[in-house]
């Protein structure tokens, strides 16, 4: 639940704080701090002395949780995105 305020908490000052013409910067911004958090997240993994035993014996079943909302989101996401982004860029969309 903390998450979730604090993700409106975020999303309400970027839509009435942060001016325009600094979108540009927070997509930066963004793209380190992601980037950032995966090499932690590595750094973190990769210090457990029994990872590589651990990851195998994860199994299967690890990988269906991973793979198969991965493959939904390109999925659902591209076809979309395609739709949307044609009509804005043709100016033709649902009024």
Known sequence: MDVIVIMCIGVLA?????PRNLNRWNQILQ????????????????????????????GIQSVIFFLLPSVGSVLLVYP?????????KT?????
Do not use: H, Q
């Open 31 to 58: 793209v380190v701090c992601t980037l950032f958090l995966i090499f932690s997240m590595g750094v973190l993994l990769g210090s457990r002395e029994n990872f590589l035993e651990e990851l195998s014996t994860l």
């Open 14 to 18: 970027g839509k009435f704080l942060l």
């Open 91 to 95: 100016g033709k969309g649902r009024k």
């Open 80 to 88: 979309l995105t395609r739709r949307f982004l044609e009509n804005k």
